[in-house]
């Protein structure tokens, strides 16, 4: 018992204070088309004002970058396998311009799980794009998270949270400030055929749930709310409980 309790102890005492967190960003929000520069150097200096008291990663989605290669590679006949490698390469490229805006822009970004979970450090901000063919980076974030123990994962796209419905398709959609885990998988599963594009990838929703790491959504674009998300604050979006 003495033994327990001085274990328990010594596991306060040299536990790490410091929060981890994986940020899945979305291409579309990461390149929108217009103001790209401005945008992406705020969102560098809001993440690295962050940095030195969290343990950071970010996944970049491919965005316009992606479905570009992957329309003109499918008129050109290629195949799914040869389409998701062009679109690894789009995330990547995007995980590079982020990098460049923090001021470490490597000559090739982390491109395994593990790398990216070993880079991360207090002070140190880990970026990188996908992995390899058959998911999106939704799901790389969710495997970085699981090999960080990552105390959440903040997705952050161009919908401001999950919605009863698709909101651009039907007004009477409704926000959903908070949901479990085990209903974002019906929405992800049942609703989207398990469609690796639907609100988060399936595959990343099965991981979360399975390592309890919460998920929060919100709009990229809103820095006030994406940085309380990451912060584990209260935020305008929607929270998604995996435990
Ligand atoms: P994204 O993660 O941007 O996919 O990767 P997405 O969900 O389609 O994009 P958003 O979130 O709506 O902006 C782009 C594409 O790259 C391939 C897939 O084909 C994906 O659709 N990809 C990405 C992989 O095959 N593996 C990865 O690890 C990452």
């Known amino acids: 018992m003495i033994l327990c309790k001085l274990a328990c102890l010594l596991n306060v005492l040299v536990s790490d204070p410091t929060d981890s967190v994986v940020v899945s960003i979305g291409g579309s929000i990461l390149v929108p088309g217009n103001n790209d520069s401005e945008y992406i150097a705020r969102l560098a200096e809001m993440l690295k004002g962050l940095a030195d008291g969290t343990r950071l990663a970010v996944v970049c989605g491919g965005g316009k970058t992606a479905r570009y290669y992957a329309e003109v590679g499918g008129a050109l006949g290629g195949d799914t396998y040869q389409l998701d490698i062009l679109g690894i390469g789009a995330t990547r490229l995007n995980a590079q311009l982020l990098s460049l805006a923090l001021g470490d822009m490597p000559d090739r970004v982390p491109e395994t799980v593990e790398e990216t979970a070993e880079k991360a450090a207090p002070g140190r901000i880990a970026v ?32 401001d949270a999950v919605y009863t419905d698709d909101p651009r398709k039907n007004p009477e959609a409704k926000r959903i400030p908070r949901m479990t885990v085990s209903q974002l998988g019906d929405i992800v599963y049942k609703e989207h055929g398990a469609s690796k594009s639907s609100v988060f990838d399936p595959l990343g929703v099965r991981i979360a749930k399975e390592n309890r790491v919460d998920i929060m959504m919100v709009d990229g674009r809103d820095l006030v709310e994406l940085r309380k998300a990451i912060l584990g604050q209260e935020f305008n979006g929607t929270f998604v409980d995996s435990h």
């Open 128 to 159: 990188m794009g996908g992995t390899e063919p058959g998911h999106t980076t939704d799901a790389v974030a969710a495997m970085v998270a699981k090999a960080m123990k990552a105390d959440r994962i903040v997705n952050a796209t161009s919908v």
